[in-house]
């Protein structure tokens, strides 16, 4: 796997782009739309993972998001959870939108169609096309920001769910500005 395409492309959003697809959440103008977003922007967390999300699962007192990890075959399936800590900002804004005393209850209740709808429409108004431009390129971006911020391997590893650091690796082999701003700190 490689975080450029074979057009020479990224397939994650720079850290400017990143801000920009935050900042245009706003266009959703519906207020659980705009929190399945802000969690995808916020954990890396896959779409389906999002949707399975429940009150439960997000631990005010931790400011973590506890995520069923959905790669997970076999005995494993449905058995694997990772924690992920967010903005206490968040947890406050999913605590206001969603009944989170409510226990189990999912927070979206949407399709994985309706879902993939609300992301691409983020998405153009933040002007962003091409592969970059999905759930799986804001998943990247998550992983190179955290690369870039010196978040050591094993934790990106954790929040992201992978079954392995080779996979995790992927998200030091940036390119770009990224590059640029790496050899910047070195300079």
């Known amino acids: ?6 057009d020479g492309t ?3 959003l720079s850290a400017g782009e990143r801000q920009r697809f935050l900042t245009s959440i706003p266009v959703l103008e519906e207020p659980v ?4 977003c802000e969690l995808l922007f916020w954990t890396g967390c896959r779409p389906s993972e999002a949707l399975a999300l429940t009150a439960a699962q997000v631990d005010r007192e ?53 879902a993939w709808r609300l992301v691409n429409r983020v998405m153009r108004a933040a002007r962003l096309t091409g592969i970059k431009a999905s759930a799986k390129g804001l998943r990247h971006s998550y992983g190179v920001n955290a690369a870039l911020a010196a978040v050591p391997e ?4 954790k929040w992201l769910g992978h079954a392995s650091l080779t996979t995790t690796e992927i998200y030091l082999d940036m390119a770009g500005p990224e590059d640029r701003a790496l050899a910047e700190r070195m300079w």
């Open 10 to 12: 990224r397939k994650y």
């Open 154 to 157: 094993t934790r990106i590893k």
């Open 33 to 36: 739309a705009e929190t399945y």
């Open 62 to 114: 931790d400011g973590t998001i506890i995520l069923c990890t959905s790669k997970k075959r076999g005995a494993e399936k449905g058995r694997h959870f990772r924690q992920v800590p967010v903005p206490g900002a968040f947890i406050e804004r999913l605590r206001s939108v969603h009944n989170l005393e409510a226990g189990q209850s999912q927070l979206w209740r949407f399709s994985r169609s309706t």
């Open 1 to 6: 796997m490689s975080l450029i395409a074979a």
